[in-house]
């Protein structure tokens, strides 16, 4: 059914164009997808031995009340770190869940068939993270990793931004935190933002990964989580559900922008709302029906859509005994506002698979919904018998789908709502609605070129594998869409793949095979490469050049029939019936081999070739033509207009085809080995390299010359040419040439070429100057030379632009040349067989494998294709993970009968406990004094104080009663082995009682400063030696272009291990570059801190980039070193000279009051 038309819209809906995300058993939403389908439970049960293992104790597991199960996330500790450009110390720090929505972020866009980096309008991102348990389980027991620059960026206000940095993605970035309903929240703000233009495009979504993921929980009768592992929404089994980690992302745009840019889409976003329940409730966590109402008709006004024609609630669906009557309520009143129909709309929740993802749960019921309508299926929602009590189905509008069924529909679109609530009051809905029908197109060419390119080799290989793999197992794609997404959709890396291929078939084979002459690989750096189009001369033209070109490419096409058009009036006939005839061959090759119709239709073709070029983002950054190539040059430089230009050529080719005939012989020697044999007759033509030549002249002496080199040993080769082109045969045209020049307006050029009578770049003054072009039709081509300067740039690329491999040979041949500079022919050799668009695919894909920029867009201006969602990246994720802390100090904060507990199975300690008056507290010091343990208790107060044995005061505000403390400790040789901080346990009764207490939880541990809490927690050499060793750990050296070479000396070798701690690998060499190995400013002040520290000297971070090396670094710090003793050294000596001075003139005075003082006694 066409819903295009049964379907009206508002103008305000959004597509969901693009999916991601990683769930418990599902590694991508295909997988995701398969799971719920068949009905699968990705609930895991642990073993006693997996739960001790991760510090679970045994008196929990004996409890009959801890529950065994989770839903955990495959591979949380892995992360690509290199592809992101992370450290692996960087990648140790980050959150988990940072690190799992950037890559479901990179995969989103991918999914969507975009490149960020490519992509002109804004994107947004709106998202939201869990709470960060991997810092406070993993990381804050090290003090290293918390003083590393990284640890900064860390929270969760830093998720969106770290994304937008990351992908380059410069609309709104905005972290959302409303609990559970976090990620359908950032759904609704982004879907907000499109329409009001904030940005063109946004991925919106959320994660969550709690920490440690095997370990089971506690059941409390009444609580939130289930009494069995099990999630029984709606069921009058129901009593809890059970926490899972994974994270989802959707990319958004607005619908009539996916409708127009061709994008896949999903589902629409028809209307979504937010609001909040307020006080108008039980308590703060309680649902509201009346809020959850509200905000689901919200929804349904913005999006104009009756109830009765949604038929699928994807439900919040907790499976509490407080939540599941209250959300059918609140869905109930919704309906009933407009529709007294029963059991008509199904219902289900995902956290019935998987559990509940917390702040990602909302967009993990979005991406099932809009799964459901994209297959138009309806998944079964798992574990329901009979319904809950509290909630009366038969005479609501809903059931609870328990089968896999097809999703149906009579007449309108399907539709959907889901839901999604946060603790606090926070809901969310949004309607969804099946994506209109789209017409594809067909494609405008008979072959595709497909591309691949990963930023390793290995990657590339995956990346191969499953590209072949999907276009197997889906035969029914259009090769032209996947050629499209591949080239427009992906961004661009170092190690490259290409083939042109015919059919879907052809393609899986040549990549299961990596057939060479087929495939084409190469690994090339991220530089730009300057590209000099090459401008054949006569001689290389045949019939039907570029015929399929003409036939299938609109630009090319265009072009020639322009320039045909514009050549009618000079030549008198259409120059088409010449290139491409309908009847006899041998006719128009007898005619296109007249010097008035090769010159012209050279131009044309050539000319039409490099617009094509220039289309598609190939722009030259210089040109040389050969001969009548350099008029192509100069008309694309802006020297002649087209018209002009085309006048001219035919001029040319007419008044050369009245002068009488003559021969033009290629001899194989250098200009200096040809001057002897000329003379008024025999002329040097064209100098093609600096040990190939052409001869031209009357028949007679070009015969004359051949026999005699020939004689000589020298293999000569006649040219097939009517005239003596470039001799003295041409001067009796020059005048009226100049003439007809003269008539042009002439510019200076906009390109630069190079010219064929100087042999180097052409000069304005030249290129302006008629009686140039009189000397370009005369003098010798000194196409070598030329050569010679373009070879002078390194990495210059050569294209030729015209039929056949003429000049590429030239160039190929010229001794200057070097291996990395590369030539590239545009069109088959007359007698390749092979089709001409195949054959420019081919050279095309050669262009981007050399590192050359395409406008891929441009290739598909008179085609309107579709993205499709192919395989993403195949990220190479390895293990960088920092194992909790194993010390004896107490966690902080955390749930202190279990805190207690942990400290009842060590030997006896001596505890430092903070605590308040709360009994709490009193249970704790009980629990320990019980237990046998040393206790020393410390209470607020006004001022340190030893109040009982054991027993002190202290006022948190007064830094110096931490000290005064700390000394008594010491005194008393009483050094505390763990500690635990219970001050804060008191309960608020009024907002300044809250701050106050804020006061004493956090300002008291900042003025326990680090060096004085080291005095009084367990000593390094007693820490465990594991956890010490993996924060440590070190990854391999990265594949560097610079090779190994190790310390030479102290410094260096001092350098280098503060570079090894900060990058985390094992070896740094003393050449390795900074920024090479991952370096930023960041880790810039991070390395120059540790490096004053080891070296205990002052060290500018401005040192660090002016010595990017280890060598380097090492060289300017003993040159600093050098310089201030010097400096030092003259100071000294100058104090020396002054205390000299001052000791003499001392002296002086003394030897003068001597003197006096005998020259009184003698009077």
Not at 101 to 115: I, S
Not at 129 to 155: H, K, Q, V, W
Not at 777 to 789: I, S
Not at 871 to 890: C, D, G, H, N, V
Request: some cysteine.
């Amino acid at each position: 059914m066409d819903l295009t038309t049964s379907t009206q819209y508002t103008g305000l809906e959004v597509a969901i164009i693009g999916l991601s995300g990683r769930f418990p058993g599902a590694k991508d939403t295909d997988e995701f997808w398969h799971n719920l389908i068949n009905g699968v439970e990705s609930i895991s049960s642990f073993s006693d031995e997996e739960l001790l293992s991760e510090g679970i104790d045994q008196a929990s597991l004996d409890n009959p009340d801890y529950v065994k199960a989770g839903s955990v996330l495959a591979d949380v500790e892995k992360f690509d770190a290199a592809f992101f450009g992370y450290t692996p110390r960087e990648a140790e720090i980050i959150d988990p869940q940072h690190r799992l929505f950037l890559e479901c972020a990179w995969q989103a866009l991918e999914n969507a068939g975009y490149n960020s980096q490519t992509y002109e309008s804004p994107i947004g991102v709106f998202a939201s993270a869990g709470m960060n348990n991997y810092l406070l389980n993993n990381l804050y027991g090290n003090r290293e990793l918390l003083e590393t620059s990284a640890i900064a960026a860390n929270d969760k206000d830093h998720l969106s931004t770290l994304v937008s940095y990351k992908l380059n993605l410069t609309g709104p970035s905005i972290t959302v935190q409303t609990t559970c309903s976090s990620s359908l929240v950032a759904v609704h703000l982004a879907c907000q933002s499109l329409l009001s233009g904030d940005c063109e495009m946004a991925l919106a979504g959320g994660v969550s990964i709690p920490l440690p993921q095997k370990t089971g929980y506690l059941y409390q009768q009444g609580g939130i989580l289930s009494p069995d592992g099990h999630c029984r929404a709606f069921d009058a089994k129901a009593q809890g559900m059970v926490v899972g980690a994974g994270a989802g992302i959707v990319v958004l745009k607005r619908l009539e922008n996916a409708l127009a840019d061709g994008d896949r889409i999903y589902a629409v976003i028809k209307g979504s709302a937010i609001n909040n329940d307020g006080s108008l409730k039980v308590g703060y966590t309680a649902p509201s029906v009346e809020g959850q109402a509200k905000v689901i008709q919200a929804a349904q006004v913005m999006a104009e859509v009756a109830a009765e024609t949604i038929t699928y609630i994807e439900a919040h669906g907790t499976a509490t005994a407080l939540g599941d009557p209250i959300e059918i309520a609140a869905l109930t009143q919704a309906f009933r506002t407009s529709t007294d129909e029963k059991q008509f709309c199904a219902i289900g929740s995902v956290k019935t698979n998987i559990g509940h993802l917390d702040t990602a749960a909302g967009v993990t019921g979005l991406i099932k919904t809009a799964l459901a309508l994209k297959h138009q299926m309806l998944p079964p929602s798992l574990n329901f018998e009979q319904p809950h009590p509290k909630i009366d189905f038969v005479n609501s509008p809903f059931y609870v789908n328990t089968q896999l069924t097809e999703w149906k529909t009579s007449g309108t679109p399907r539709r959907a709502g889901v839901s999604s609530f946060g603790i606090g009051g926070t809901n969310a809905h949004v309607i969804l609605e099946q994506a209109p029908d789209v017409a594809t197109s067909e494609s405008s060419r008979p072959s595709q070129l497909l591309l691949l390119s990963a930023k390793t080799n290995s990657a590339l290989e995956t990346m191969t594998a499953n590209l072949a793999e999907y276009l197997q197992q889906h035969p029914n794609l259009n090769l032209a869409d996947v050629a499209y997404t591949l080239q427009v959709g992906r961004r661009t890396h170092k190690h490259r793949r290409m083939l042109v291929c015919h059919r879907q078939a052809e393609a899986v084979v040549a990549l299961q095979t990596l057939e060479p002459k087929q495939v084409l690989t190469h690994s090339q750096e991220l530089t730009e490469r300057p590209v000099t189009f090459l401008f054949p001369g006569q001689g290389s033209q045949y019939v039907n050049m570029a015929k399929e070109l003409y036939q299938e490419e609109p630009t090319f096409q265009q072009e020639v029939d322009r320039c045909a058009e514009l050549l009618e009036p000079h030549l008198g006939l259409d120059l088409r019936t010449v290139l491409y005839p309908t009847e006899d061959l041998a006719v128009a090759t007898q005619q296109l081999n007249q010097t008035y119709l090769t010159q012209p239709a050279l131009f044309v073709i050539e000319y039409a070739l490099a617009k094509l070029w220039m289309s598609w983002g190939i722009k030259p950054e210089a040109t040389i033509g050969h001969s009548i190539g350099e008029y192509v040059a100069a008309c694309l430089a802006g020297v002649f207009s087209l018209e002009d230009a085309l006048a001219l050529v035919a001029a040319r080719g007419r008044l050369m085809q009245q002068l009488p005939a003559g021969s033009m012989l290629a001899v194989p020697l250098p200009e200096k080995e040809i001057k002897p044999f000329l003379n008024p007759e025999l002329s040097l033509a064209t100098i093609n390299t600096p040990s190939m030549c052409v001869v031209a002249g009357t028949k007679t002496a070009v015969t004359s010359l051949h026999k005699h080199l020939t004689s000589q040993g020298v293999e000569c080769r006649p040219l097939h040419t009517s005239h003596a082109f470039h001799s003295a045969m041409m001067e009796p045209i020059l005048l009226t040439f100049t003439e007809l020049v003269k008539g042009c307006r002439l510019h200076p050029p906009q390109i630069p070429y190079i010219s064929n009578v100087s042999g180097t770049w052409i000069t304005d003054t030249e290129a302006t100057d008629p009686s140039y072009w009189a000397k370009h039709l005369r003098q010798t081509v000194r196409f070598a030379q030329g050569v010679e300067e373009l070879l002078q740039e390194s990495d210059r690329l050569f294209l030729e632009v015209g039929p056949g491999r003429t000049l590429s040979t030239f160039v190929l041949r010229h001794p200057s040349k070097k291996p990395e500079q590369i030539t590239l022919a545009s069109l088959r050799h007359p007698q390749d067989q092979q089709s001409d668009v195949a054959f420019l695919q081919n050279t095309l894909g050669q262009l981007w494998l050399a590192g050359v920029q395409i406008d891929w867009s441009g290739l598909y201006t008179d085609e309107h294709r579709q993205r499709l969602s192919l395989p993403t990246y195949p990220f190479e994720r390895q293990r960088y993970w920092i194992e909790p802390q194993t010390s004896k100090l107490a966690p902080v904060k955390q749930d202190t009968a279990l805190a207690v507990n942990i400290a009842l199975t060590q030997q006896k300690l001596n505890w430092l406990l903070f605590v308040d008056e709360s009994s709490a507290s009193n249970q704790v010091i009980q629990f320990l004094q019980i237990a046998n343990q040393d206790v020393i208790t410390v209470r607020v107060g006004e001022q340190f104080s030893k109040v009982g044995e054991r027993v002190y005061t202290i006022n948190p505000a007064q830094s110096q009663d931490f000290d005064s403390l700390l000394q008594e400790l010491q005194t008393l040789e009483t050094i505390p082995q763990a500690v635990m901080q219970l001050w804060s346990l008191t309960p608020s009764v009024n907002m300044q009682s809250f701050a106050n207490m804020q006061n004493l939880d956090f300002s008291s541990l900042l003025n326990l400063r680090l060096e004085q809490l080291q005095q009084i927690t367990l000593g390094e050499n007693q820490i465990n030696s594991q956890v010490v060793d993996k924060v440590n750990s070190s990854y391999p050296r990265p594949n560097l272009a610079t090779p190994y070479i190790a310390p030479s000396n102290e410094l260096e070798q001092q350098i280098a291990n503060v570079w090894q701690k900060v990058f985390g690998f094992e070896k740094i060499g003393i050449d390795d570059n900074f920024f090479d190995l991952g370096g930023d400013s960041l880790l810039a002040v991070q390395v120059t801190a540790d490096l004053k520290k080891f070296l205990n000297k002052e060290i500018p971070v401005v040192s660090l980039y002016e010595g990017l090396t280890i060598r380097s670094l090492a060289e300017l710090l003993n040159s600093n070193e050098n310089e201030n003793q010097e400096e030092i050294t003259n100071n000294n000596e100058e104090q020396q000279e002054r205390i000299n001075r001052r000791q003499q003139y001392q002296k002086r005075q003394r030897l003068n009051k001597e003197k006096r003082e005998i020259s009184l006694v003698d009077a």
